[in-house]
C-alpha cells in the first residue's frame, strides 16, 4: 500500500523555462539565444557543481558570465537566472487534497538560488513534509543514493511510496529500487494515474 508521495519539482510542481534566462543574457551578450543556450549544454558539468552544492552562488553567476560574455550584475543575473517558473496549480490542488492521508516529499535537481527565490516566490508549494534537495545533500537524480534519502524522509520501504517525476532516467532509477512511478507529462491526467495505484483522493471530511 502507497503511503507516501516523492514528487519532483520542475515540471511537474512548478513548471520552468530556461529559454526566458538565454533570452535575457542574450540581451546584453555579444551571443544570440541559440549560441548561449548551446554554450550551457556543452557545460552541464557547471550546472551539476552548483546543483550538488560544489560552488557558490557568486562562484556559479562569474561562472556563467564569462561563459556567455553577458554584462550583467550578480543582481540581475539573480533575477534573470530564478524567474523562470510558474505554478502548475492542478498538481499542487492535487497534492493539497491528499496530504493529510500520505507523506509528502519533494525530491528535487535544485540549487541555492532558485530553491530560495522559489521558497518566497511561490509559498503555495510548501505543502512538503520534508525536501531533498540536491545542493543540500550533494547528489543529484539519477543517483541511487538520493531516493533512499527520499525514502528515509518518509520513513516508508519502497513499494510503499510512489515517485512522480518528468524524466524517464529519473522514473527508471526509481523502478529498479522497487518503487512505484508515474512519468509526468502536460498531457498526464494525474488523477487517474494516482487511482490507478488506489491513492485516495476523496474530499477530506476533517
Known amino acids: 500500500m502507497i503511503k507516501a508521495i516523492i514528487s519532483d519539482m520542475g515540471q511537474v510542481v512548478l513548471w520552468f523555462d530556461n529559454r526566458q534566462f538565454y533570452r535575457r543574457l542574450s540581451q546584453v551578450s555579444s ?4 549560441e548561449i543556450r548551446q554554450r550551457v549544454r556543452d557545460h552541464f558539468d557547471l550546472i551539476e557543481l552548483f546543483d550538488t552544492g560544489q560552488i557558490s552562488a557568486q562562484e556559479f553567476y562569474l561562472k556563467v ?3 556567455t560574455q553577458a554584462n550583467l550584475t550578480f543582481e540581475a543575473f539573480q533575477e534573470a537566472y530564478c524567474d523562470v ?3 502548475n496549480y ?15 516529499i519533494l525530491l528535487s535537481n535544485t540549487d541555492c538560488l532558485r530553491f530560495s527565490f522559489i521558497q518566497q516566490r511561490f509559498p503555495e508549494i510548501m505543502i512538503f513534509d520534508s525536501l531533498v534537495l540536491s545542493y543540500q545533500v550533494g547528489l543529484m537524480k539519477p543517483h541511487p543514493q ?12 519502497p513499494p510503499e511510496a510512489l515517485f512522480i517525476d518528468d524524466l524517464e532516467e529519473n522514473i527508471r532509477t526509481a523502478e529498479t529500487l522497487g518503487l512505484a512511478t508515474i512519468l509526468y507529462r502536460p498531457e498526464t491526467d494525474l488523477v487517474q494515474a494516482l ?3 488506489g491513492i485516495d483522493l476523496s474530499s477530506d471530511s476533517t
Open 31 to 34: 551571443l544570440d539565444e541559440e
Open 65 to 67: 558570465i564569462n561563459l
Open 85 to 87: 517558473f510558474s505554478p
Open 90 to 104: 492542478s498538481v499542487i490542488e492535487i497534492l493539497k487534497k491528499i496530504k493529510n492521508r500520505y507523506r509528502l
Open 146 to 157: 538520493i531516493y533512499r534519502l527520499a525514502l528515509q524522509a518518509a520513513q516508508v520501504e
Open 195 to 197: 487511482l490507478s495505484y
